[in-house]
């Protein structure tokens, strides 16, 4: 039967599973919006179309399901640049639909025309411009599988105005053949026999765990793998909650913000078994001074090119965090090694760093501590929240001091580093788990970048809890300038504006606001009591910094302590 | 891997060497784009690039000219698979292989240089296909060395313009790229 580009526009999205979009309309998406209005799955109208993005990223976070979002062409299309280079830098899985000027016009400089393909063209996973209507329903298909298959990541689809409306028949196609693209899930049985023989044999072994774990659902396997093997675990900001932060074996985050006892366990290992992570420059701080005492280097990637990109790698294994670790633990199994006691003497060694060095912070009388603030949402929090976050101060600090339990719980832009992030993916994070908590941590900085989008929360009176640790400044950018150049502190002091509670109030949501450390406690238990959008300003001390800190340029080792 | 040596010039001893890598994409609007800008979006060169269809009409194939060592090479490889138009890739220099390129070369001639010119023309076996008064259009075809040896004996004559199509590969033997 024959249907118009718009209506198999939501047909394909609804073959696709999809319960939930991200939108903000315009003129050459109008015929999409029409057929959307009657569509069973639900829009939610943003109010930037960068929020719209991040939404859907937040949603695919949250979920593991592909997020999707809607656009306008032109300045709605530019505006989701950020979002997907966001999405594209964490590998996650969003589907971006833009519309486009009608074909005959492409190139013309017409209203509203933007060249979203060739601008996108470096930070999508794929993309596509749709020209014929014929075309349409394939390319959809195409998209989402390959926005969730092999190393996930965003793919834009260009739909011009005339294609929406032309007519054509609907098949929607059984399967996808994409002659360049076969990502490898099982990883090569020989090395993995030989990871196993090298994790027996090693004294001081680290697991290395990030993002890509978490994308692959592979936490069951990675706490068995932990368990069986007695070998401690360090995880990236991506793979928070990829191992529960309060097992035994846990080290917490390691990096340019990571606890000591974590990074020296990777400057004093004698193996490391990076897990779908990437060797990020935050995490290994100078290379030539990197892993210094590792004989060996294990590391399962889905993504090939990220293997011996950064650092050589002596025992390289292509393929699915989850199906690669469950055939690790099985040749590990059939070894028969007792691996009681192992490792014994590097745990202590470990421990003692701990002791040495914890995460500390004193909270006094007066002026109430961010870390403190972290420590009391974390207390406070039920054991299935989901906290989402900015960038800065508060996210590191939200990073080291916040327990996390469970895998897509900890929602933050790690690779881009984008301020504005934490709302909206909240709000796509509420919308995918209606009846969790979803608990937004933002800095005054990074809250003003996305404020707007209170909007929505209240539009669709989505509960989710934002608090801002407000401390007046760009915190991380001050904490440089303090260290590096000279405490000149360059445009970097935001000021007592706005009044948050009046500003969530002007938006229909409910303020509240602590100022003094024995306010924090029941101020919060208020704020995550009170129903619907609810905004929580705590006024934090500006002189506070993130410690550990590795400086730029220096070796991990060489971490600046309190 | 074995390098593509140009005689005459020694490579630094960091290990960079020029390599031909032949890459076989779908025939489709912006995978030119999409294979160039993730050489710059990545800080590799391009010193040459030569596109166009195969036997199959919705496969192209492209064959780029780049130097780095080997850890240089190896993401060069890495990052172009990852492309979802990019069916393959192969580095050219690490097997056997043959190699041409078309050069169109305008050089002066002058009339005391006119029978110099034509001579030459005839050892390298080229073409003079635009004849004017004082200049002569030369096509050579041949490998890397054969023109480089050409430009360097009619520059002492005189070169006004030069334009090449950078080389273009294929696997010695009986295997086919796909």
Redesign the interface.
Do not use: F, P
């Given at each position: 039967m024959k249907k118009c580009g718009a209506e198999i526009f939501v047909e394909c999205l609804l073959k696709e599973g999809v319960d939930a979009i991200f939108g903000h309309p315009g003129g050459v998406v109008l015929k999409i919006y029409d057929v959307l209005l009657d569509a069973p799955f639900r829009h939610f109208l943003m109010r930037h179309e960068q929020s719209a993005v991040h939404a859907a990223d937040g949603y695919a976070r949250a979920t593991g399901k592909p997020g999707v979002c809607l656009a306008t062409s032109g300045p709605g299309a530019t505006n989701c640049v950020t979002g997907l280079v966001t999405a594209n830098m964490d590998s996650i899985p969003i589907l971006v639909f833009t519309g486009q000027v009608p074909t005959t016009v492409i190139g013309n400089d017409a209203f509203q025309e933007a060249d979203i393909f060739g601008i996108t063209m470096p930070c999508v996973k794929h993309s596509y411009v749709v020209r014929r209507v014929e075309e349409l329903a394939r390319t959809i298909k195409e998209a989402f599988y390959i926005a969730q298959s092999g190393k996930p990541g965003p793919v834009l689809v260009d739909i011009p105005k005339d294609v929406s409306q032309a007519e054509t028949e609907f098949t929607y196609p059984r399967e996808v053949k994409l002659r360049g693209y076969a990502p490898t899930y099982a990883g090569h049985s020989g090395q993995i026999r030989r990871a196993a023989k090298a994790l027996a044999l090693a004294k001081r072994p680290v697991l290395y765990v990030g993002g890509g774990t978490v994308s692959s659902n592979a936490s069951p396997e990675l706490l068995e793998l932990a368990e069986l093997t007695h070998i401690p675990v360090t995880t990236t900001l991506l793979g928070l909650g990829s191992f529960p932060e309060r097992h035994e074996l846990s080290m917490g985050m390691l990096g340019m913000h990571g606890t000591y006892w974590a990074n020296m366990s990777m400057c004093e290992g004698d193996l490391i078994f990076a897990v779908g992570a990437r060797f990020d420059d935050r995490v290994t701080g100078r290379l030539d001074a990197f892993a210094s005492q590792a004989e060996t280097i294990i590391h399962i990637d889905i993504d090939p090119s990220s293997i011996g990109k950064n650092v050589r790698t002596d025992i390289p294994i292509v393929g699915d965090v989850k199906t690669v670790l469950r055939a690790l633990i099985d040749e590990l199994k059939s070894l028969k090694k007792d691996w009681q006691g192992d490792h014994h003497e590097w745990l202590q060694m470990i421990a003692a760093w701990a002791v040495q060095h914890p995460l500390k912070y004193q909270q006094g009388e007066e002026a109430v501590k961010g870390q403190y603030v972290i420590e009391t949402i974390s207390k406070l929090a039920p054991d299935d929240a989901i906290i989402t976050t900015g960038v800065g101060q508060h996210q590191m600090w939200a990073a080291q001091f916040y327990k996390f339990r469970h895998p897509r719980s900890f929602l933050t832009s790690g690779g881009l580093g984008t301020m504005g992030y934490c709302l909206p993916a909240s709000i796509g994070a509420q919308v995918a788990f209606p009846n969790r908590m979803v608990i937004g941590v933002d800095g005054d900085g990074s809250f003003q970048m996305t404020s707007h989008e209170l909007a929505t929360a209240v539009q669709y009176q989505l509960p989710l809890k934002i608090v801002i640790l407000n401390n007046y400044y760009l915190g991380m950018v001050k904490q440089w300038q303090e260290l590096f150049y000279n405490k000149r502190y360059s445009h970097s002091y935001l000021g007592t504006i706005p009044d948050y509670v009046k500003l969530a109030e002007a938006y229909g949501a409910t303020g509240f606001r602590a100022t003094k450390p024995h306010e924090v406690l029941p101020t919060l238990q208020r704020a995550f009591q009170t129903p619907g959008p609810v905004v929580a300003e705590v006024v934090i001390d500006s002189e506070e910094k993130v410690y550990p800190m590795v400086p730029a340029g220096a070796a991990l080792r060489e971490m600046v302590l309190a | 891997m074995r390098a593509r040596e140009a005689p005459g010039q020694s490579n630094d001893d960091k290990g960079v060497r020029q390599h031909i890598i032949s890459v076989l994409?779908?025939n489709r609007?912006?995978v030119l784009?999409?294979v160039a800008?993730?050489f710059t979006?990545r800080g590799f060169n391009i010193e040459s690039l030569a596109v166009a269809e195969t036997e199959d009409p919705t496969l192209s194939r492209m064959t780029i000219v780049t130097g780095g060592d080997a850890?240089i090479i190896?993401?060069v490889t890495?990052?172009l698979?990852?492309?979802?138009?990019?069916?393959k890739v192969v580095d050219l220099s690490g097997e056997h292989f043959v190699e041409r390129e078309l050069m169109l070369v305008k050089v002066r001639a002058e009339p005391e240089q006119r029978a110099e010119v034509l001579r030459i023309t005839d050892i390298f076996r080229g073409n003079i296909i635009d004849v004017s008064p004082k200049a002569y259009v030369i096509e050579v075809t041949g490998d890397a060395d054969k023109i480089r040896a050409f430009i360097d004996l009619v520059k002492p004559i005189g070169v006004l313009e030069i334009v090449r199509t950078g080389p273009v590969a294929l696997s010695r033997g009986n295997k086919a790229i796909s």
């Open positions: - | 994409v779908e609007v912006g784009a999409r800008g993730l979006g850890r190896e993401q890495k990052q698979n990852k492309l979802i138009d990019v069916i």
